[in-house]
């Protein structure tokens, strides 16, 4: 198996996936019994992971450990006479025990996988394609709330949905902006969001710079280091820029993936203050693919870090410049903003 055949669709760019499994998990009903995964399935199984391990894991050290330690517990028949959610429980337990990466995670879910069996092979429906249009649509592009203090020149915008790449979640992003264009302070909620693509963070850091004045964003680092990426602002961005405005982002535990990646390289760029919690530390790209028996593995390939450097926040989360519970987030920057006002008019009197 070449990796190479998953690229049309690996379009998740950073996720959480916790949070994702949450809600594709499929149950499996207690009151059949499920069947056991076939020993050959299994090995079937066990070999697309350890190729894709092997082909494209940016780290090779830990891939290789990774795969050493499947090959161990396949010897030892640890994955026989299980079912196909027990196996991918097994199988991801056993990797992280080898190295913890959130990220690296089989999971079972019939819809999931029947959904990327589609796109895989060309044979996505119209409708298919249609409901996902209107679930983004009803999800307003995970835009949930814009709202303006004008006592404080305050806007708030919240973004709990995940980010989204598509044409229309870009103009809803502008919206977004555009209506906070003329605040002196900008606070962006990204509390529980976990993640989705890299592009939207960078589509909103480009507002928070003057035109011309694009910004080395983020640095991806694959196995193959001559597909290595430098992430840059946009050029352009729809809407009045607010290089001037003061810009709080807001975390908790569960901000993660490409909305971490946000808050860490407009807090590197000292472009923002970022408030919260420490957030979920999962700081590397993948692609979703299918195996067999309705399981799926989220598959690293790409670890995301600060320009020119190896240090990112796989593992150890972006640390907030104010600390605070992640439920106390929006208090502590709306009580900073007061705070700097109040001492603005104090000297000016």
């Not at 209107?134 to 814009?146: I, L, Q, T, W």
């Not at 080395?216 to 820029?241: A, C, M, S």
């Not at 692609?287 to 598959?299: A, Y």
């Amino acid at each position: 198996m070449k990796l190479n055949c998953y690229k049309p669709v690996a379009l998740l760019g950073l996720l959480s996936l916790p949070l994702f499994m949450s809600a594709q998990t499929t149950a499996i009903s207690t009151k059949e019994a499920a069947p056991v995964v076939s020993k050959e399935a299994t090995h079937e199984i066990l070999e697309k992971i350890s190729k894709g391990l092997d082909e494209s894991y940016p780290f090779p050290d830990i891939s290789k450990k990774y795969i050493a330690a499947l090959k161990s517990q396949e010897t030892k028949k640890a994955y026989e006479n299980l079912t196909a959610e027990q196996l991918a429980k097994k199988i991801t337990k056993d990797l992280r025990d080898v190295h913890k990466d959130v990220h690296l995670t089989i999971f079972f879910s019939k819809d999931y996988f029947e959904q990327l069996t589609r796109t895989y092979t060309n044979t996505s429906t119209p409708e298919d394609e249609q409901k996902e249009l209107e679930r983004k649509r009803k999800n307003n592009y995970g835009f949930d709330a814009v709202e303006l203090d004008k006592k404080t020149s305050t806007a708030y915008i919240k973004i709990s949905g995940g980010f989204h790449g598509d044409q229309e979640a870009f103009e809803m992003a502008a919206n977004a902006m555009n209506m906070a264009a003329y605040s002196k302070n900008i606070i962006i909620d990204i509390r529980d969001n976990g993640g989705g693509t890299g592009m939207m963070g960078r589509f909103l850091a480009g507002y928070f710079f003057n035109p011309g004045d694009e910004r080395y964003y983020l640095h991806g680092y694959h196995k193959d280091r001559t597909k290595d990426i430098q992430e840059w602002t946009y050029p352009f961005v729809p809407g009045k820029r607010m290089a001037d405005s003061k810009l709080y982002i807001l975390v908790n535990k569960r901000t993660a993936s490409a909305t971490e990646g946000f808050a860490f390289a407009m807090q590197k760029m000292h472009r923002a203050t970022v408030v919260g919690d420490t957030t979920a530390g999962a700081g590397i790209a993948g692609s979703m693919i299918p195996l067999k028996e309705n399981l799926v593995v989220f598959l690293p390939v790409k670890m995301v870090a600060a320009p020119d450097s190896d240090q990112g926040w796989e593992g150890i989360g972006v640390l907030p410049d104010v600390a605070v519970k992640g439920e106390d987030a929006r208090t502590e920057a709306e009580r900073i903003i007061k705070k700097e006002q109040e001492e603005v008019a104090t000297k000016t009197k």
